[in-house]
C-alpha cells in the first residue's frame, strides 16, 4: 500500500515537472513572438526616413520625381508574415546605407561587443563579489565603512562622465591610449602583436565600464551577504569549528551568490545599450555603434535586426537563469 501511494507521489510530480516545462516553452515562445512583432514594427515609427536623411545634407541634388521614387522603394513593405519567412531563412536584408548585407555588419560588430561586455562583466563581478563579501565580513569596521562609502559615490557617477574623463587624460592629454577604435588599421601584425594592440584599444572603453559596473556589484553583493550572515546555519558552522575562509566563501558566499549571477547576466542580456555609451564615446565598432548610426541614418533593416536579436538574447538569458538558479541554490527547485 505505502509503494502504491509513493509511487503515484512520484508520478504526480513527473506529470507537474513535465506539465511545468510545457507551459515553459508556450510562455517563452509567445514572449519571443512578440518581440520579433515589436522588433519589425516600432523602427517603423521612427520620425523622417532614409531618404530624407540621406539626402537632406547632401551636395547631390535630386528631382521630386526622383525622390518620390526612392522613398517608395524603401517604404515598400511586404509585411510580417514576409518579414518572419525572410528570418526564419536567415535573411536579414540589405543595409540602406552601406548596400553591404545585415549579417554581415551585424557579425563584423558582435565579436567586438561580446569582448568589451564580457570582459567588463567578468571583471568587475569578481572584483565586486569579492571584495563585497569581505567588506560584508568586516562589517561596522573602518574599512568596511570606506569601502561602502567609496562605492556608493562610485555609484553615482554615470558611465558618459567615466568614459570622457578618461578619454581626455589617458587619450587627448597624456596620448597613452588611442582615441578611436578597435585595432590598427591596415597594420601587418604577427598573433602577439596583434592581441597586444586590441588590448591596447580596449583599455579605456574596458575601465569606463568597470568603473560603472563595479560598485552596483560590490553593494549587492555586500547586501546578500550581510542577510547570509544572518542566517542559523552560520552559527552552526562557526559552533562547528570550521575555518574563517570556509564559512565565508563554502557556506556564506554561495549562497549570496544568486543575486549577483543575476545581475551579471542582465548585463549582459543588454549589451548593445549597455555598451552604446561608452562605445560611442571612444568610437568602438561595435553593436552599440552599429545601432546608433543605423538610427541617424534611419536603416530600417539593421535597426530591426540589432533590436530583433537584442531582444532574443534578454528572454535567452532569463530564460537560462530559470535553469540555472536551480544549480546554484537547489531551495529555488524546490520552492516550485
Known amino acids: 500500500m505505502d509503494n502504491t501511494i509513493a509511487n503515484f507521489g512520484n508520478l504526480l510530480k513527473i506529470q507537474l515537472k513535465q506539465q511545468k516545462q510545457l507551459d515553459l ?16 514594427s516600432l523602427p517603423n515609427l521612427l520620425p523622417g526616413d532614409f531618404v530624407t536623411t540621406m539626402y537632406s545634407n547632401s551636395f547631390v541634388t535630386i528631382t521630386a520625381e526622383q525622390e518620390a521614387e526612392l522613398r517608395n522603394f524603401y517604404s515598400t513593405d511586404a509585411g510580417f508574415g514576409d518579414y518572419i519567412i525572410r528570418l526564419l531563412k536567415l535573411d536579414w536584408g540589405f ?5 553591404t548585407p545585415v549579417s554581415s555588419l551585424f557579425f563584423s560588430a558582435l565579436p567586438w561587443t561580446l ?47 567615466t568614459g570622457v ?6 587619450s587627448l592629454h597624456y596620448q597613452w ?27 579605456l572603453p574596458l575601465l569606463s565600464l568597470i568603473f ?24 552552526t558552522a562557526r559552533a562547528k569549528g570550521l575555518s574563517a575562509l570556509r564559512i565565508r566563501y563554502a557556506h556564506a558566499a554561495r549562497n549570496a551568490l544568486l543575486p549577483v549571477v543575476t545581475r551579471f547576466c542582465l548585463r549582459l542580456s543588454f549589451m548593445v545599450t549597455g555598451a552604446l555609451v561608452v562605445e560611442r ?18 536603416d530600417l533593416p ?24 536551480g544549480i546554484i541554490d537547489p531551495r529555488v527547485t524546490h520552492a516550485h
Open 25 to 40: 516553452i508556450i510562455a517563452y515562445g509567445l514572449a519571443a513572438l512578440t518581440m520579433t512583432y515589436l522588433s519589425y
Open 95 to 99: 543595409s540602406y546605407s552601406s548596400l
Open 115 to 161: 569582448l568589451l561586455m564580457g570582459s567588463a562583466n567578468f571583471i568587475s563581478i569578481f572584483i565586486g563579489f569579492v571584495t563585497g563579501v569581505e567588506a560584508a565580513w568586516q562589517r561596522d569596521s573602518k574599512t568596511e565603512k570606506t569601502m561602502v562609502s567609496t562605492m556608493t559615490i562610485m555609484e553615482g557617477i554615470p558611465e558618459i562622465c
Open 165 to 170: 574623463i578618461l578619454l581626455a587624460i589617458f
Open 177 to 203: 591610449f588611442p582615441a578611436a577604435g578597435a585595432e590598427t588599421a591596415y597594420a601587418n601584425h604577427t598573433l602577439i602583436e596583434q592581441f597586444l594592440d586590441v588590448a591596447h584599444h580596449l583599455a
Open 212 to 235: 560603472a559596473y563595479l560598485p552596483g556589484n560590490f553593494l549587492m553583493a555586500r547586501n546578500s551577504m550581510v542577510m547570509v550572515l544572518k542566517q542559523s546555519y552560520i552559527t
Open 281 to 298: 564615446i571612444h568610437s568602438y565598432p561595435g553593436l552599440g555603434t552599429l545601432l546608433f548610426n543605423a538610427i541617424q541614418a534611419r
Open 302 to 325: 539593421v535597426i530591426q535586426a540589432v533590436v530583433l536579436v537584442s531582444s532574443l538574447m534578454v528572454l535567452a538569458i532569463i530564460l537560462s537563469l530559470e535553469l540555472l538558479y
